[in-house]
């Protein structure tokens, strides 16, 4: 049977009216949303959104290599990476300088930004899991030698919570700009140096060789320190700011943990055992870097307890 007015076989309630209609009413109502909300809409003279963010730098910074449509995938995922460290770096210097001036408060809302940001991060080598072995494998050949491990960002993270190891200047030796910078992080006492100093000033039993050290030199676990820091934790009411600093550095270097994990698992199902574009032997030094310890007293003192 034919249909002889124009709504015939039309919902009643209006659903499934003619497409061409319903979207000049979406868009008549986008308009007039826009029009009533007094949005600005003329940028000739004045700032906007990309000029502020300087969007034309950040995203024509995206250049693959290769032909394959996953290379931006890999791109993406190391710049955000870099723009996440960058602000990390922000603040944890910014935390180690607080806490060394005696400022716990603005430490602690800092250092649990950095920590925040390592559990993004985590979250985030979930996209990257979507790329294969043979997806990664038609990139592979466009990366050369490079790789994360010659990341100066991370160094300074790295160094900056303690990691201290003078072989990862080396990679950056081409840059004296870069090597500067990372030299500076090796340099400068660490967030759980200035942590251990805080508490000798506040009269903990802190051994005077962690008070004024070479900075360069990786930090040596102390059972004086775990004992330092068992004072704190059995008492805590007492010491209540430097209770909430040991949980502070707990919390960070357990993000950290999942993160050095996550990539692990991440590189082992797509590469498996190959060695990395950096030329370790690829997972088996990324499981070297997991048992890696930042802050070991603040750990070691929860069995004594
Ligand atoms: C398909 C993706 C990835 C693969 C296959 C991969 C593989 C590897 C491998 C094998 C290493 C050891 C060094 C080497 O020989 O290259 C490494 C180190 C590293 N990667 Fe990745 N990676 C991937 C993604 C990422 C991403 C997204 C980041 C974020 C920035 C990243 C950051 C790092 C860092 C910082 C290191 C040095 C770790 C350390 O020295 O403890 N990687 N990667």
Redesign the pocket.
């Known amino acids: 049977m034919s249909q002889t007015n124009d709504t015939a076989g039309r919902c009643p309630m209006g659903h499934g009216a003619d497409p061409a209609t319903a979207d000049a009413t979406e868009d008549a109502r986008g308009e007039r949303i826009v029009a009533e909300e007094g949005a600005q809409l003329d940028f000739e003279s004045d700032m906007s959104y990309g000029d502020y963010l300087h969007l034309d730098q950040v995203l024509t910074a995206q250049h693959p290599l290769s032909p394959d449509h996953n290379e931006m995938l ?1 791109i993406v ?2 710049q955000t ?2 723009l996440w ?1 960058k602000l990390m770096l922000h603040e944890l210097r910014a935390a180690v300088a607080s806490v060394a001036a005696d400022e716990l408060g603005a430490a602690f809302k800092m250092m649990a930004r950095v920590s925040r940001i390592m559990e993004q991060l985590v979250h ?1 080598w979930d996209v ?1 899991a979507t ?1 294969t072995p043979s997806e ?1 494998s038609a990139i592979r050949p466009y990366l050369a030698a490079s ?3 010659q ?1 100066w960002q ?1 160094r300074c993270i ?1 160094f900056a919570m303690g990691n201290k190891n003078a072989a ?1 200047l080396k990679p950056h030796a081409h840059r004296p700009d870069l090597l500067a910078q990372v030299e500076a992080a090796s340099r400068a006492p660490s967030l759980y140096d200035e942590s251990l100093r805080l508490l000798a000033r506040r009269g903990l039993p802190v051994p005077a060789d962690c008070l004024e050290r070479d900075w360069t030199q990786p930090y040596v676990e102390s059972a004086a320190v775990r004992d330092a820091w068992l004072v704190v934790y059995r008492d805590p009411k007492r010491h209540w700011d430097l209770y909430q600093l040991g949980e502070e550095l707990t919390d960070l270097e357990d993000a950290f943990r999942l993160w ?1 994990f996550r ?1 692990l698992t ?2 082992q199902r ?2 498996g055992f190959k ?9 088996s ?2 499981r070297k ?1 997991l048992d890696t310890v930042l802050f070991p007293e603040v750990w070691a003192l929860r069995t004594e307890l």
Do not use: D, K, N, P
């Open positions: 890999f995922q190391h990476s870099e460290m985030a990257l790329m990664y790789s994360g491990f990341s991370y790295e990862m050095r990539h991440t590189v797509i590469i060695r990395g574009t950096g030329g370790t032997g690829g997972v030094y990324l870097m």
